[in-house]
C-alpha cells in the first residue's frame, strides 16, 4: 500500500476550497475537475485513467511539503462558483479532465494528454517562487 505524500484537501463545498485559495497562504493547491461521463465508457475511462495517472505517478511518488488535493466532480452543483471562478467550463471537461495547481495566488489550468507533464513543470516554479520568498 502505497504512502500518500500530501494532504487531502478537507471541504464541505466548492467555496470552502475557494475561502482558502484566497487565504494569502504558500500552500500547494493541485486539483482536479473532471467529468464522471456516465453515459459514455470510453471518455469515463479515459478521464478517469488521467486522474489514477496523476495520483499513482505523481502524488504517490513525490513528497512536496504543504500539497493539498482534491479530484471533484464537476458536474456537483456545489463547485459551480469554485470553477465558475477559476473559468473552468464543465463542458470544456467531458472530454479531458482540468488540472489546477496554485501557491500564494500563482496558478495554472491545464488540461489535455500533456496535462500532468504541464502540471509538474508549473509547480517547480512555484515551488521555485516560495523558495525566494513570493
Given at each position: ?46 478521464n ?6 496523476l ?20 458536474t ?15 463542458n470544456?471537461?467531458v ?8 501557491e500564494?495566488g ?24 516560495r523558495?525566494?520568498?513570493?
Open positions: 500500500l502505497a504512502c500518500a505524500n500530501y494532504h487531502e484537501l478537507k471541504h464541505r463545498s466548492g467555496d470552502d476550497i475557494l475561502h482558502k485559495l484566497q487565504a494569502g497562504n504558500h500552500d500547494i493547491y493541485l486539483i482536479v475537475f473532471y467529468h464522471p461521463n456516465e453515459g459514455h465508457q470510453h471518455l469515463k475511462s479515459s478517469m485513467h488521467l486522474v489514477e495517472k495520483e499513482s505517478e505523481f502524488l504517490h511518488k513525490n513528497d512536496i511539503k504543504d500539497l493539498y488535493y482534491a479530484a471533484l466532480d464537476s456537483n452543483p456545489t463547485y459551480a462558483n469554485l470553477m465558475n471562478q477559476l473559468q473552468i467550463d464543465v470544456d471537461l472530454n479531458s479532465p482540468a488540472l489546477f495547481i496554485m500564494h500563482n496558478g495554472f489550468i491545464m488540461t489535455g494528454p500533456r496535462a500532468i507533464a504541464e502540471m509538474q513543470m508549473n509547480l517547480n516554479e512555484l515551488l521555485d517562487n523558495d525566494k520568498g513570493y
